[in-house]
């Protein structure tokens, strides 16, 4: 047996098939660059500006975001005179932006009344002090001998003065002439970066300090603050479900015996009630804002604001038309001969759809539950408008996280909104042979 590979004939026909395949990759690479540039920024560490710069493989990976957004972490603050930091590596940059110091494998040593942040922090090991909770779950402990805890990253709050640095690697960046630092023992690698290896120094000034992967100790320390940050996303999570799945069920609900009626019941106005409602409540923009001012009216006169469970049937209600016609026009596609010999068999209309046409358009019901789902799971405005804060659905949260575009971590919102994205792709995976027929097949005629 020959293997045979067929080439076009014309060699114009093959430039022209050359052509059209790097334009379908081309068409391809700007629709999934957007979902690629999230992905790239997500898995960048917290704080890492959002550049026109796109890395293929990120300096450094990590899933931190994705963990602070699902489960959270703790942070502490701390008031302390004695402490000493023992770090993978940390920064200490003079308040006067005269000098910035780089450290590896360091330890610090300070005397002087200072504030931490300690980011993703748990306590090892405690003397002393009397301890409280707060109602929100914050733990305060006041006037302990000591206290030694582990941190992913560490940060005073301002300049610390009169430290005591051992590394084994110290890289020194300067920006004048005089700095109060003994350079004695680095070499002078280019104009204004030193280095040296295994030194000890003592740094008067101080800065500020940062550090990463470390341990904190303190000594008769006035007071720390424990709280827990992040990790809200799983709350947002499952209003938004528990919202999209009754905005399913209630379109299901609805849309059946409607679109049975509209494809198989003969009444007056049957050929156009469908379609002129449908333009009606989909083309009419205008009048759906007007219709927006005059629902929320009246949901603040029935006193149903702030209530989660008005929103499905609002939803549902307005995805009918649309809905109604797609299943309606699947149904068409199934012969009616099934129906005759069901009622033949003694089988009422409850029946029928139930026994027959329901196992039988399931590809139209999974593309009519698929739509539902998505605009339950997507809408924003009326959840906005009606909702309280406690009650926020995870579109609404993410809209909330743009408020100050100045102090937003871009990198946890890429990550949340890939987070919002999976369940709609999840259910287009599993669905998505149904929903090709769904689509397809209800155009069909026989």
């Given at each position: 047996m020959?293997?045979?590979?067929?080439?076009?004939?014309?060699?114009d026909e093959l430039l022209k098939s050359f052509a059209l395949t790097l334009l379908a990759l081309f068409v391809l690479a700007i629709l999934l660059f957007p979902v690629y540039y999230m992905a790239m920024l997500s898995v960048k560490p917290s704080g890492t500006l959002a550049t026109t710069e796109i890395d293929l493989i990120p300096d450094k990976v990590t899933f931190s975001n994705y963990r602070d957004l699902l489960f959270g972490h703790t942070e502490g603050l701390i008031k302390t005179t004695n402490f000493e930091i023992n770090a993978k590596q940390g920064i200490i940059k003079d308040s006067l932006n005269r000098y910035e110091i780089e450290l590896h494998e360091a330890r610090i040593v300070g005397s002087y009344s200072s504030r931490f942040?300690?980011?993703?922090?748990e306590i090892l090991e405690?003397?002393?002090?009397?301890?409280?909770?707060?109602?929100?779950?914050?733990?305060?402990?006041v006037g302990g001998e000591s206290i030694k805890l582990n941190a992913n990253r560490i940060e005073s709050t301002g300049g610390v003065k009169n430290l005591k640095v051992s590394a084994q690697k110290v890289i020194i960046t300067v920006s004048s002439n005089e700095v109060p630092l003994d350079l004695s023992k680095f070499t002078k690698i280019n104009e204004n970066t030193y280095e040296a290896q295994s030194v000890e120094m003592e740094i008067k000034e101080g800065g500020i300090i940062t550090a990463e992967e470390?341990?904190?100790?303190?000594?008769?320390?006035?007071?720390?603050?424990?709280?827990k940050v992040g990790g809200e996303v799983p709350d947002y999570m499952k209003r938004s479900l528990l919202i999209a799945s009754l905005t399913v069920i209630l379109t299901l609900l609805f849309v059946i015996p409607s679109a049975y009626a509209f494809s198989r019941l003969k009444f007056f106005g049957r050929e156009h009630v469908l379609y002129f409602y449908l333009m009606f409540t989909q083309v009419a923009g205008g009048l759906g804002i007007?219709?927006?001012?005059?629902?929320?009216?009246?949901?603040?006169?029935?006193?149903?604001?702030?209530?989660?469970?008005?929103?499905?049937?609002?939803?549902?209600?307005?995805g009918?038309?649309?809905?109604?016609?797609?299943?309606?026009?699947?149904?068409?596609?199934?012969?009616p001969d099934f129906d005759e010999a069901a009622l033949v068999d003694g089988a009422n209309y409850l029946q029928i759809i139930r026994h027959v046409l329901i196992p039988m358009a399931l590809p139209g019901l999974a593309t009519v539950a698929i739509f539902a789902f998505i605009g339950g799971w997507t809408e924003l405005i009326l959840a906005n408008l009606?909702?309280?804060?406690?009650n926020y659905p995870l579109t609404v949260w993410l809209y909330t996280m743009l408020a100050n575009l100045r102090s937003i971590s871009w990198n946890q919102f890429a990550a949340a909104a890939l987070v919002f994205a999976l369940p709609v792709f999840i259910m287009f995976l599993l669905a998505q042979n149904y929903v090709r027929s769904g689509l397809t097949l209800g155009g069909l005629k026989e």
């Open positions: 020959k293997l045979r590979i067929e080439l076009p004939k014309r060699k942040t300690l980011i993703d922090t405690r003397k002393g002090g009397e301890e409280r909770q707060e109602p929100d779950g914050t733990q305060i402990i470390a341990t904190f100790t303190a000594t008769n320390f006035a007071f720390i603050r424990l709280a007007a219709g927006l001012v005059a629902l929320y009216g009246m949901l603040v006169k029935l006193h149903l604001t702030n209530n989660i469970f008005v929103l499905p049937v609002i939803y549902a209600a307005g009918v038309p649309f809905n109604t016609w797609l299943l309606k026009s699947y149904l068409d596609s199934i012969p009606l909702l309280n804060q406690e």
